[in-house]
C-alpha cells in the first residue's frame, strides 16, 4: 500500500481579496517594511538523492506517493505568477525542487522567465539550485535558455562520505564535474553550498574550502536547520557558523568582506591573499529575518512567506478558477503587506509561534531551500 507523509499541516487556504485592486507598483512591503525582491520556485517535489538532512530514505521510501503531474503548475502558470511577482517588485527568481533539473523540458521554462524584466527595465536574476547530479549534461542548454547562475549542493569531498549523506550511491566527482561544465559555460559565479552536520561532515570543512580555494567558486557553509519534521533536527548537531569560519581561518586566513546587498543570507569571507571567498548562511544562530525579502511557491501552486512556515496561500486554485491578472495581483499584495513571519528571530523563545513549537512546518524537500 502506498503512503503519503502530508508535508505541511492542512491549513493552506485559497486567497480571499478583501479589498480594493491593487495593480502592482513594485514598491510592495510587508508589516515589517519588509519588500518583496526575491521569488523562489519549486518546480518538483521530486529529488534523485535521499540526502539526510533533507529527504531522509526512512520517510521517502520506493512507496512514498509524490505528487501527480496535474498538480503542478504548467510553465504557463509558472510564468503568469512570476510575471505578476516582478510587476510587485521581485528582481530575482531561482528555480528550486526537490531536484529541478528533474523536471522534464525546464529550459522552456527558463526560456519564459528569461525574457521577463522588472518594472525598471533590467533583466531578472534568473538562478538555479541543483544537487548537480544532471548539470554535466545541462549546463550548456540551461546558459542557452537564459539562465544566470547556478548553485550547487555538495556535502563532502571524501566519496564514501558523500555517498552515505546522499543515500543514492553518487560520486563527489561527478557533482564536481557538474561544477566544472557550469563554469565552463558562464553559469558563474558558482555557488557551492555545504550544509554542516556536527559530527557527520564537519571533518570535511577545511578540504572543501582547500579545495575551491582559487577555483572561481564561492564555497558557502549552512547551518544544519530545523526544516520540516522529517529529518530528526537536533541543536547537537548545529555547528556554529562562527566555528567554521574559525577552523578555517587557522590554515587560510581570511577577512570579512561586505554583503552584496542588505536581503543577502550569507555573510562573506574573502581569502587574505585574494583567492577567493567563502560565505557561512547562520540560519540557526544568527537570524536575518529582518532582511528577509523572499516569498517561496511551491510545486502546486501554494504560496510561503517563510521557509519555517506551517501553511500556505493557495494560488493554483485562483489560476484554476479563472481569476484575472488583477485578481491574482491584489492577492498576492493582500498577502505579503499582512505579512510578519520572523521565526527565526523567534525560535527558542517564549513569543515562538505555536505552530512553529509543535514541529508541523512544510519541509524543506517540498518547498526548497
Not at 549542493?153 to 566527482?173: E, K, P, V
Not at 563554469?183 to 577545511?206: C, F, H
Not at 529575518?289 to 506551517?310: H, I, V
Not at 520572523?342 to 518547498?367: F, K
Amino acid at each position: 500500500m502506498s503512503r503519503r507523509i502530508i508535508p505541511v499541516a492542512d491549513l493552506s487556504a485559497v486567497p480571499v481579496i478583501s479589498g480594493p485592486a491593487q495593480a502592482p507598483s513594485g514598491a510592495l512591503h510587508d508589516t515589517l517594511a519588509r519588500p518583496l525582491r526575491d521569488l523562489r520556485i519549486s518546480v518538483t517535489d521530486r529529488c534523485n538523492f535521499r540526502c539526510v538532512y533533507c529527504m531522509p530514505r526512512a520517510v521517502f521510501d520506493k512507496d512514498y506517493a509524490f505528487l501527480p503531474h496535474s498538480a503542478l503548475l504548467s510553465f504557463e502558470e509558472i510564468e503568469r505568477l512570476a510575471r505578476l511577482f516582478v510587476a510587485h517588485g521581485v528582481e530575482k527568481i531561482r528555480l528550486t525542487g526537490g531536484e529541478p533539473l528533474l523536471r522534464k523540458n525546464l529550459e522552456f521554462l527558463i526560456e519564459r522567465l528569461a525574457r521577463l524584466s522588472t518594472p525598471a527595465g533590467r533583466p531578472l536574476d534568473l538562478t538555479l539550485t541543483t544537487n548537480g547530479s544532471l548539470l554535466a549534461r545541462k549546463a550548456q542548454s540551461l546558459k542557452d535558455a537564459g539562465l544566470s547562475r547556478v548553485t550547487v549542493s555538495l556535502d563532502a569531498l571524501d566519496d564514501t562520505l558523500f555517498r552515505r549523506m546522499n543515500d543514492a550511491d553518487f560520486a563527489a566527482a561527478d557533482v564536481l564535474e557538474g561544477i566544472a561544465a557550469a563554469q565552463a559555460v558562464g553559469l558563474a559565479p558558482v555557488k557551492v553550498n555545504m550544509v554542516v552536520k556536527r559530527g557527520t561532515n564537519d571533518s570535511e570543512i577545511l578540504p572543501m574550502a582547500r579545495h575551491f580555494k582559487g577555483s572561481g567558486a564561492v564555497l558557502r557553509f549552512i547551518e544544519y536547520m530545523d526544516v520540516g519534521s522529517s529529518n530528526g533536527w537536533n541543536m547537537t548537531e548545529v555547528l556554529p557558523s562562527a566555528d567554521v569560519v574559525a577552523r578555517i581561518a587557522e590554515h587560510f586566513p581570511l577577512v570579512p568582506l561586505e554583503a552584496h546587498s542588505a536581503a543577502e543570507t550569507a555573510q562573506r569571507w574573502g581569502y587574505a591573499d585574494g583567492s577567493g571567498e567563502i560565505g557561512v548562511i547562520s540560519s540557526v544562530t544568527r537570524a536575518f529575518c529582518g532582511s528577509c525579502t523572499r516569498a517561496r511557491l511551491s510545486t502546486e501552486g501554494k504560496l510561503y512567506l517563510c521557509l519555517f512556515a506551517s501553511s500556505g496561500h493557495d494560488l493554483r486554485a485562483l489560476l484554476r478558477a479563472g481569476a484575472s491578472d488583477v485578481e491574482i495581483a491584489t492577492a498576492v499584495a493582500e498577502i505579503w503587506q499582512s505579512r510578519g513571519d520572523r521565526y527565526s528571530q523567534l525560535r527558542g523563545s517564549s513569543a515562538a509561534e505555536p505552530h512553529a513549537q509543535e514541529g508541523r512546518r512544510v519541509e524543506m524537500s517540498y518547498i526548497g531551500g
